[in-house]
């Protein structure tokens, strides 16, 4: 009966689907419509209103497209609409994806016509082919683009991929705008351990028809747009054996365990292919394409792993010898320097701290950290070179300072922008991780050249000492204008660059690239410890590299 009273309410289209369960009560409503870009009613898209505190309320469009957030308490609001197979879209956003415009709301207030319009995520059709023209079945195809990962640019998968179908033809959909790169791979199912495969597979191919990333042609897609006929061939190319023997920390073969073969960029479009490792220590891979990789050996049951670069050329690779460790090991402990404010130190329990690497297929980015009552911590991870990152989330409001990275401190020097170098089966003790609060509020605006308010941009505040320019290192700051115009960083004590910039890709700040481009367009700021500072900017467009 439940259900039927439920049917009849959605097919009356009175009253509009709504959240009832908003946890800070208030006597304010929103009321708008969710239309595609005809005008034509959307019915069940999520409509989701936010105050720059987190999420204040969400609900449900009507089969009319109609939406009704009540029980809203005074604040100023955005609010967004999202629905599968569409874009994410805000009330007032001058472009796809931006941050929308404000809307302030007193208690008892009503605002209507709160009306937004979706579009379609953008599509890519085609076919995959072998060299005599006939369907290649269950191909995988990925639209890719540049990003920024652990601080350097790599091609990356953009969006969902979509599998060939009998006839060949693959569709991607629900992409946001912007450039692809379209990469076509054949799987390989050979199960773990097996030896016996064709010497001959199809390589993985980039559009319109070349194995290198920086040879391929990208396919620029706009809202709602169709690109048909971005039709691929995949080409025969001899394959290789990669065999040899993984030994233990003792010098013997290393008996049991697995070894994963990783491409060394993701740009590559090959998955990982593993084999187990016998009794004697051998191993053999079948089926690789010529290309970079990553050699991984693990053995579970001893706690030891080990990590080579093999590179494969058209002929087999014979007599690989992999030596596994068990895994080195940081300790240390945690130091707070004095509070800055009333508020005392964290539990030691609280903080994240971890040993970052640069990122590789292969092997695990972030080793945290096991850390006791008393600050004492120890990481367990394999050798490599390192840095420590520790820090607590700024859930605060802004009512405390977030407790952060002040000093790595070993054997008389700071390393927290240098790094560690960890050896093989070493044990680095006495490292002292000091954190602090003690850090300075920079606030502004950003304003266009002709004055007016921009809060559709990121502001990024960085070291003028490129030696400092690290995977998140402790001297940046990025953020973007909250719902009052106005940015705010909390800083440590330093001589910045400040710089205000639109589109710009997600991570770029952490590219030394970039940030030699981006301090051409910059303010020089110093941070100092005599309270908060305020810093205006002008906006200014990204650099294209």
């Not at 898209?45 to 505190?53: D, L, Q, Y």
């Not at 490792?277 to 001893?302: E, Q």
């Not at 977030?402 to 070993?410: K, Q």
């Not at 004055?451 to 940046?476: H, K, M, P, S």
Request: glycine residues 12%; charged residues 20%; proline residues 7%.
């Amino acid at each position: 009966m439940l259900l039927a009273v439920a049917c009849s309410a959605i097919a009356s289209g009175q009253p509009p689907l709504r959240d009832t369960s908003v946890k800070s009560p208030g006597t304010a409503r929103i009321r708008g419509r969710v239309t595609d870009a005809s005008g034509r009613p959307l019915g069940y898209a999520e409509i989701r209103a936010g105050n720059g505190g987190g999420e204040a309320a969400t609900g449900l469009t009507d089969r009319e497209g109609r939406f009704d957030l009540a029980d809203l308490p005074a604040g100023t609001y955005t609010v967004s609409a999202v629905k599968p197979t569409y874009l994410r879209a805000a009330w007032g956003e001058e472009r796809s994806g931006g941050p929308g415009r404000r809307i302030p709301l007193a208690d008892g207030q009503t605002v209507t016509n709160i009306d937004i319009r979706l579009s379609r995520g953008g599509v890519i059709t085609g076919k995959v082919v072998d060299e005599f023209g006939d369907p290649i079945v269950d191909a995988r195809v990925v639209p890719m683009r540049y990003a920024f990962v652990q601080g350097t640019r790599r091609l990356m998968p953009g969006g969902p991929g979509a599998a060939t179908n009998d006839i060949g033809e693959y569709r991607i959909y629900g992409l946001a705008p912007g450039q692809y790169y379209v990469s076509a791979t054949l799987r390989a199912f050979t199960a773990i351990g097996s030896t016996t495969m064709d010497h001959v597979t199809h390589a993985p191919m980039f559009y319109p028809g070349t194995g290198n990333a920086a040879e391929a042609q990208r396919v620029t897609i706009a809202p709602g747009q169709t690109i048909a006929a971005i039709n691929l061939t995949l080409t025969p190319v001899p394959t290789s054996r990669i065999s040899g023997t993984v030994f233990g920390t003792d010098g013997g073969p290393a008996g049991g365990g697995g070894v994963m073969l990783s491409p060394k960029s993701p740009s590559a479009g090959i998955d990982p292919r593993q084999a187990s490792i016998g009794a004697d220590g051998g191993f053999t891979i079948s089926g690789v394409t010529p290309g970079d990789y990553m050699l991984r050996g693990t053995n579970p049951a001893k706690h030891e792993s080990g990590l080579i670069e093999v590179i494969v050329a058209g002929g087999d690779v014979t007599g690989v010898q992999l030596v596994t460790a068990k895994p080195s090991t940081v300790r240390g402990r945690i130091a707070f320097a004095p509070s800055s404010t009333s508020i005392d130190s964290p539990k030691p329990t609280t903080i994240a701290l971890g040993a970052l690497r640069e990122w590789m297929l292969g092997q695990p980015v972030r080793d945290a950290a096991r850390i006791k009552d008393d600050g004492t911590f120890e990481i367990s991870l394999a050798s490599g070179h390192v840095q420590l990152r520790a820090g607590t989330p700024d859930n605060s409001g802004g009512e405390s300072p977030p407790w952060r990275l002040s000093r790595v401190l070993y054997d008389g020097a700071d390393l927290g922008d240098s790094g560690l170098d960890v050896a093989p089966n070493a044990t680095i003790e006495n490292v002292v991780v000091e954190l602090t609060n003690a850090t300075v509020e920079l606030t502004g605006r950003v304003t266009d050249s002709d004055g007016r308010n921009v809060r559709d941009c990121f502001v990024i505040v960085f070291a003028q000492d490129a030696d400092r320019w690290t995977v998140e290192t402790r001297y940046l700051g990025v953020t973007q204008p909250r719902n009052d115009d106005r940015y705010r960083l909390q800083l440590l004590p330093g001589d910045y660059y400040a710089v205000a910039m639109t589109e710009v890709p997600a991570g770029a700040w952490t590219d030394r690239d970039f940030l030699l481009l981006a301090r051409e367009h910059a303010t020089r700021v110093s941070i100092t410890g005599d309270g908060a500072q305020s810093l205006d900017l002008v906006a200014s467009a990204a650099p294209v590299f």
